[in-house]
């Protein structure tokens, strides 16, 4: 029998900011499949919209137009804690999120006080949280519940060296049966874990079947 392999596609999606002075086009009527049986590296200059992509695909943003389907259970946008309460403490937020994806709610709590190190914090409302904080709350709850695609946004950026080092290895324990979409200005680390390449240019996402392709057309146009 003939694998199917299970996908996430955009169909014709647009994502306008707009403010007073000025119109963003981030996506401009972008269609693309992401064969989740590999994983792939984004690239883009700051401010591409790289992370906006990352959160239309996680469905923690919604497109002007068109529309994203997912086939697989897709993770927010690691790093990303923008979906928390702020005035709920890290403990039930942690909570609140496992039940919602019918997770182990007492494994997943002591797993995300163990991983993320928050201390008394995590007893504590995320309002007042620092960035850092939220950034490993969200990483750590991402790592306990099992998700068939992982989206990952600099995780270099997340936290100190021993936390990054600690991310590293969970992503090495979760990469053998999960893919992931990945958004990294360190090109070593989307070699470390991708297979393929994209660069968002100019509010379009072009594909290259191979990750070293992407890379250079990246360095030449940016």
Same mark, same amino acid.
């Given at each position: 029998?003939e694998?199917e392999?299970?996908?996430?596609r955009?169909?014709?999606?647009?994502?306008i900011?707009?403010?007073?002075?000025?119109?963003?086009?981030?996506?401009?009527n972008v269609?693309y499949?992401?064969?989740t049986?590999y994983?792939y590296?984004?690239?883009?200059?700051?401010g591409?919209g790289?992370s906006?992509?990352l959160r %239309?695909?996680a469905?923690?943003e919604?497109?002007?137009?068109?529309?994203?389907?997912?086939? $697989?259970? =897709? /993770?927010?946008?690691? +790093?990303?804690?923008?979906?928390f309460?702020?005035a709920?403490?890290g403990?039930?937020?942690?909570k609140?999120?496992s039940r919602?994806?019918?997770?182990?709610?007492?494994?997943?709590?002591?797993?995300?006080d163990?991983?993320a190190e928050?201390?008394?914090?995590?007893?504590?409302?995320?309002?007042?949280?620092?960035s850092?904080?939220?950034?490993?709350l969200?990483?750590?709850?991402?790592?306990?519940?099992?998700?068939?695609?992982?989206?990952v946004d600099?995780?270099?950026a997340?936290?100190?060296s021993?936390?990054? %080092?600690?991310?590293?290895?969970?992503?090495?324990?979760?990469?053998?049966?999960?893919?992931? $979409?990945? =958004? /990294?200005?360190?090109? +070593?680390?989307v070699?470390?874990?991708c297979?393929?390449g994209?660069?968002l240019?100019?509010?379009?996402?072009?594909?290259?079947g191979?990750l070293?392709?992407?890379?250079?057309?990246?360095r030449?146009?940016?």
């Open positions: 029998m694998y392999a299970q996908m996430i955009l169909a014709g999606v647009t994502k900011y707009k403010t007073e002075n000025h119109r963003k086009i981030v996506l401009d269609s499949t992401f064969d049986r994983s590296g984004i690239f883009g200059p700051n591409a790289k906006t992509l %239309l695909i469905g923690t919604l497109p002007n137009s068109g529309h994203v389907k997912r086939d $697989i259970t =897709v /993770s927010w946008p690691l +790093g990303f804690g923008g979906g309460h702020p709920m403490t403990r039930e937020n942690v609140f999120v919602i994806y019918g997770a182990n709610t007492q494994r997943v709590i002591e797993f995300v163990y991983f928050l201390g008394n914090y995590f007893d504590m409302p995320v309002s007042t949280y620092s850092g904080m939220g950034a490993r969200a990483f750590g709850l991402s790592m306990a519940i099992d998700f068939e695609c992982y989206l600099e995780i270099t997340v936290g100190d021993r936390f990054a %080092l600690r991310a590293r290895q969970a992503f090495d324990e979760k990469r053998g049966r999960s893919s992931m $979409i990945m =958004v /990294s200005h360190d090109i +070593g680390t070699k470390a874990y297979e393929r994209l660069v240019h100019r509010g379009q996402l072009i594909a290259f191979d070293d392709d992407a890379i250079e057309f990246y030449k146009v940016h």
